[in-house]
């Protein structure tokens, strides 16, 4: 799609498809900050038509309309409804939290505003009317903003260049409305014999209300709303949640059950087209985003429109690309964070049992945008009374409460996790792990783990990775061990085993991370002859069933050692696509013995490393096993396949399951974020009832309070923040003013105990 050629004779010309919000704000700023225009909207529906009741705006949101268009916001503010609680009802009882802000109005009436707003600045609107095809609009136009929603024709004309991924979810919702104003925010939950559904209600006019109800597919079939039209599906609703309505009625506008879906799209313009809104992107309802993003998109395609019209040096596609730069990462930030809520919702079932507090308090904090520290600064008395119920101490935050695991008992939940760093001299840690080892463990951490040890010369990743093959390092082990015992008492020392699999035979990690050495390369084994790297990586060899045997005693062999070194807990490696991984993972493990083909078989030699590993660890001394609950990758290990390996291990007598994702396949898609990985922890934990470790980007303190005290995950493990400081949980506890049994100083450091001072302002 080509632009036409603009000439001064002319004033620019812009299409604007699609007549909500997003597309009427950006319509009406274009005609008040650019000189002139032709701005043309096309809206398929009349008028007064829209979907759904009221739209919810963020103080944030609110601030960018009073900047770029007072006049909107004015007009906006006449008609707010605003409000702070939160009530969270669940078996016969409501929970309120208070502090949150909220301001909505009825989505009919925002539509009202900016339909007055743009006929006042001259923007010519067409209802009733569908606008041309794309193609034709970008030849006849010199911009084509695609304001057209999830369902955006325009968009999926160009589906192929936009880079569209459309992903549908696992429940039914319906928007409704309600006859009255809720006095807070309410979420209502109904369990029912067909299963649990979910309210999410509130107050858009003095007396009106919106109402989501949502279920799991599967439940809405069961329980027969699939059948209904919209008038019983309205009255069933009401029924459902007849005490959250005080038994009054509920109402529909064309309302139907859909599923929700998430767009993303690679690039969001091409040639004169740009996406804004839900064309470009969704974010689920129940954080109240859609509206929002939209207006956002289009304050800020205006303004990069209006600096480019200014300027008359600069093409169109550097405002396009300034624009997409500045909202992208506003906008996958939101995603992540709608993402993470929706699928809380999804998985509503595995919390209803939680204790009313914490119940709530695991709502509130699902998106992981509202924190423990975050949540205390708007209703110190909620989260205080959450805390009560889960009878922490007094002044103890809850990463700093004990936590048993078979005969050991952790100080704290923080883990140190294992971290490769490819400095031992064939095999054999050396000065450089007492130091690191023993900084993270005066540094307060009530678990400090391994990197990966090998547990032969052939399983090791580099020829600096360390190992537990020979003798000498047992004795090298035991001086680690001993030091962090001696000089920080209460401190637990756990060893991972592993071995490398096809991943084996590479650089160290700043010389080419999976690159092949370039000489001295060892053989590699795998359950299939498949190269991690096809073309550059060396192809294994496939294990037979002597080679197995093998394998499985050299672990044996390795835990052994282990015991004798004086390690406290003994982790066993099955993630990242080492050999233990490959094993598990469908994309890497194509056998068609005992071994390959159903998930059953896959486990097979996974689940006999771990029960000969745990015959001769020591009885009382706990085993965990690291998992990739997922492969990042289409035809990999799914979040089901990782429950199902999860109860298998702790089946066999694993004490907890420490869950990490990815690093199987090279061509991996992860979903990187914060906490990006501890949604798989939360289900194998509140699914199946096993202590889980969360790991990956979980970076503060608040983070780890925050799932600990939503009941997410027991342990957490933190990497890269206890690499920038070894003493990470030890600040944790100064910056919180906590001084209790969970943090000891040592004797030495006590000094340091509190933060040292800044300077004066005055200088002196």
């Not at 620019?12 to 650019?34: D, E, F, K």
């Not at 909107?72 to 669940?90: G, K, P, Q, S, T």
């Not at 067909?194 to 209600?201: A, I, K, P």
């Not at 990782?642 to 994702?661: K, L, Y």
């Amino acid at each position: 799609m080509s632009p036409p050629q603009r000439t001064r004779a002319r004033p620019l010309r812009i299409a604007v498809v699609g007549g909500g919000p997003g597309g009427l704000y950006v319509a009406a700023l274009l005609r008040r900050l650019t000189p002139g225009p032709e701005v043309t909207v096309w809206e398929r529906n009349a008028a007064d038509d829209t979907f759904g009741f009221g739209v919810v705006l963020s103080d944030e949101t609110l601030g960018g309309i009073e900047h770029a268009d007072p006049a909107v916001y004015a007009a906006l503010r006449e008609d707010f409804v605003r409000w702070d609680d939160i009530d969270v009802a669940h078996r016969g009882q409501t929970l309120t939290s208070g502090g949150h802000g909220f301001a909505a109005l009825g989505r009919r009436r925002l539509l009202r505003i900016l339909h007055e707003r743009c006929r006042a600045l001259g923007v010519r609107l067409n209802f009733r009317t569908h606008a041309p095809p794309a193609a034709e609009l970008a030849r006849a136009y010199d911009l084509v903003i695609a304001a057209d929603g999830v369902h955006s024709a325009t968009r999926q004309d160009c589906a192929d260049v936009f880079g569209t991924r459309l992903t549908t979810h696992r429940c039914r919702y319906i928007w409704l409305s309600a006859d009255f104003a809720f006095d807070a925010f309410r979420f209502e939950i109904a369990e029912t014999e067909h299963g649990v559904l979910q309210l999410h209600g509130y107050p858009y006019a003095p007396d009106a209300s919106t109402v989501i109800v949502e279920a799991r597919e599967e439940v809405w079939r069961r329980a027969g709303l699939d059948r209904l039209d919209e008038r019983e599906s309205t009255r069933r609703c009401a029924e459902l949640f007849a005490d959250a309505l005080g038994g009054r009625p509920l109402r529909g506008n064309r309302s139907q059950w859909t599923a929700f879906r998430t767009v993303v799209n690679e690039r969001w313009w091409h040639g004169n087209t740009v996406l804004l809104g839900d064309a470009a992107h969704t974010a689920h309802f129940s954080i109240g985003s859609g509206t929002k993003l939209a207006i956002e998109d289009a304050v800020a395609l205006a303004n990069h429109l209006a600096n480019h019209l200014q300027e008359q040096r600069s093409p169109l596609s550097e405002a396009l690309a300034a624009y997409e730069a500045e909202r992208r990462p506003a906008v996958e930030s939101t995603q992540r964070a709608a993402r993470a809520s929706l699928e809380w919702f999804e998985n509503l079932a595995l919390y209803v049992d939680q204790p009313p507090r914490r119940f709530a308090f695991n709502l509130l904090t699902r998106s992981r945008r509202v924190t423990h520290d975050n949540l205390r600064l708007r209703d110190a008395a909620f989260v205080s009374a959450v805390e009560r119920e889960a009878e922490l101490p007094p002044d103890t935050p809850p990463m700093f409460t004990p936590f048993r695991l078979r005969g050991l008992t952790l100080r704290n939940r923080v883990v140190v996790s294992p971290m490769d760093m490819y400095s031992a001299q064939d095999g054999t840690p050396g000065d450089f792990h007492l130091v690191h080892l023993g900084a993270r463990a005066l540094g307060g951490a009530g678990l400090v783990m391994t990197e990966m040890v090998c547990v032969s010369p052939e399983g090791r990743i580099t020829p600096g990775c360390t190992g537990l093959y020979a003798d000498a390092h047992d004795a090298a082990w035991r001086r680690v061990v001993d030091f962090a015992h001696d000089a920080s008492p209460g401190t637990a020392l756990g060893v991972q085993l592993g071995h490398s699999g096809r991943k084996g035979s590479t650089r160290l990690m700043w010389e080419g991370m999976d690159d092949p050495l370039p000489r001295g390369n060892w053989p590699l084994v795998a359950p299939s002859p498949l190269p991690y790297r096809r073309g550059v990586s060396q192809v294994p060899q496939a294990l037979d069933t002597a080679g197995l045997a093998a394998v499985r005693e050299q672990f044996v062999a390795a835990a052994r050692r282990a015991a004798r070194a004086g390690f406290d807990l003994l982790e066993l490696h099955c993630a990242h696509g080492y050999l233990l991984s490959s094993f598990l993972s469908p994309l890497t493990n194509h056998r068609t013995d005992a071994y390959g083909g159903t998930l059953a078989a896959r486990l097979r030699y996974p689940l006999e490393v771990f029960d000969a590993v745990r015959e001769v660890w020591p009885a009382d001394s706990p085993m965990t096993v690291r998992i990739s609950a997922t492969d990042w990758a289409e035809g990999g290990t799914t979040a089901d396949d990782a429950v199902a390996v999860a109860a298998a291990f702790a089946a066999h007598g694993a004490d907890a399951i420490d869950v990490s994702t990815g690093q199987v396949v090279p061509d991996e898609r992860p979903d990187f974020g914060r906490s990006y990985q501890t949604p798989y922890a939360d289900r194998i934990r509140n699914e199946l009832g096993v202590p889980v470790i969360a790991v990956g980007a979980i970076s503060s303190w608040d983070d780890v309070n925050s799932l600990l005290l939503a009941g997410r995950v027991d342990l957490c493990a933190l990497g890269r923040p206890h690499l920038y400081d070894p003493h990470w949980t030890l600040h944790a506890a100064a910056e919180q003013g906590y001084t209790g049994p969970g943090a000891p100083w040592p004797l030495p450091y006590r000094a340091g105990s509190r933060k040292p001072p800044t300077g004066r302002a005055d200088g002196r």
